[in-house]
């Protein structure tokens, strides 16, 4: 007997395809899509999959091909408090979120699985490229999509009511599928960056919000080497766009150490001091085997992975890298894997050299 499911579509290929499977095995599926702006123009359009009236209007379309009810459920106020508003505290706070995370979590899979599951549904079905068997989560077949780093957040009482369907295709051969089916959205782009950024301009969305207070840019030693409108604009790891006054001595690039809201202070200095073999964690999620092997963990989407080993400390855990990893960011998540397999996540909260 088939499910009730409720399929979250965005407009984009993925998550019509996504439907489309589900309702080819026999399921009853009603696609949703969720409007996320209270003010849909200011968002992108084009090539964005998330958000704008035109993605709306695309999965209308799919619904109407694939032959399913279809819905739009306003989720414009929570998006905005548990996304949008945790966005630029968590800057205001000298952290880096990411903010597709945290829609993930709060969003897809706690206010739109409530309300399915409220109405009867069993399960939600999405787009995302990852694998899932069993209420574990894997890594997609095609490593250059693979969505589990962002979903490494979801608990096992989430997971056991999710669907993914196309975890065991390469997103060529999903849009070779939409395009069979007779899907409008088979050639759309990719959305890319942050959807409700309108520009893309991050530092000045954060501007917008959180004011101008300018506060100085400093090297290792403590000196003053420039000055900055809001610690807010900038993240650990970050090169570009520090408009610092004095060159190094060595004549070596400059990388954001550390940011410190409360001084509004930017600390710079080289590329080595980046460096860090130990991560601080808290908020841990396990949502994975409690046995594993071949431990690995990635610490930002689509970034490196690194052979690790863990301990949990005090709530939290500390998590030891097998080589250096640079840029690593408070605020973002630590995904723990078992080869392919999601363990569980945490969220960073700093990071040292051994």
Known sequence: MGLRVLAAMS???????AAARIAEAGHDVTGVHLALSANPQSHRTGARGCCTIEDSRDARRAADVIGIPFYIWDMAERFQRDVVADFVSEYAAGRTPNPCLRCNEKIKFSAVLDRALALGFDAVATGHHAQLADGVLSRSVDPGKDQSYVLGVLTREQLSHAIFPLGHSTKAEVREEAARRGLTVADKPDSHDICFIA???????????????????VDQSGEV???HQGAHGFTVG?????????PAADGRPRYVLSIEPVSNTVTVGPRSALEVTSITCGRPVWNGPSRFDDLTVQLRAHGEVYGCRFEEVGG????????????????????????ATVIGSATIVSAAQA
């Open 225 to 227: 080497v420039g000055s």
């Open 316 to 339: 939290g855990l500390r998590i030891d890298l097998d080589r250096p990893a640079t840029g690593v960011a408070a605020g973002q998540a630590a995904v723990l894997y078992s080869g």
């Open 199 to 217: 520009d893309g301009d991050t530092r000045g969305f954060l501007a917008q919000r959180l004011g101008a207070a300018e506060g100085p840019i």
């Open 11 to 17: 407009g984009g290929v993925d998550s019509a395809v």
């Open 238 to 246: 970050q090169r570009k766009g520090l408009r610092i006054d004095r």
